[in-house]
């Protein structure tokens, strides 16, 4: 399999965020967030702190022991240094839906 270059890393990751691919769930009153990237494959969640994405580049990247960051990653990091990302509201007992829905 060819080597995805940063480039195209940092290229994907702009393409997404420019086409509204990044989503900020809000569940209230907890304040719980839980972010989803939407790539070509699916949408994926992530997290920024510790650094997670449930796509499989990432999991076999960090299988492997070398835990590279995917665009979903740098997708998330650049919506949140802009602002450009959707939120989206809902009630706390919504919460397991959504993770039904995406893992």
């Not at 080597?3 to 994907?12: A, M, Q, V």
């Not at 494959?41 to 796509?55: A, Q």
């Not at 990247?61 to 990091?77: M, V």
Request: glycine share 8%.
């Amino acid at each position: 399999m060819p080597r995805i270059h940063k480039s195209t890393l940092l290229e994907k990751a702009e393409e997404t965020v420019h086409c509204g691919g990044v989503k900020r769930h809000l569940f209230l009153p907890s304040r719980t967030e839980i972010w989803s990237i939407v790539g070509k494959e699916g949408e994926y969640l992530v997290s920024k702190d510790p650094p997670l994405c449930t796509c499989p580049a990432f999991y076999f990247s960090s299988a492997r022991g070398k835990a590279q960051k995917c665009y979903h990653l740098i997708s998330l990091e650049m919506a949140i240094a802009t602002g450009n990302y959707f939120t989206i509201m809902g009630h706390d007992e919504e919460i397991f839906i959504l993770l039904g829905l995406l893992l």
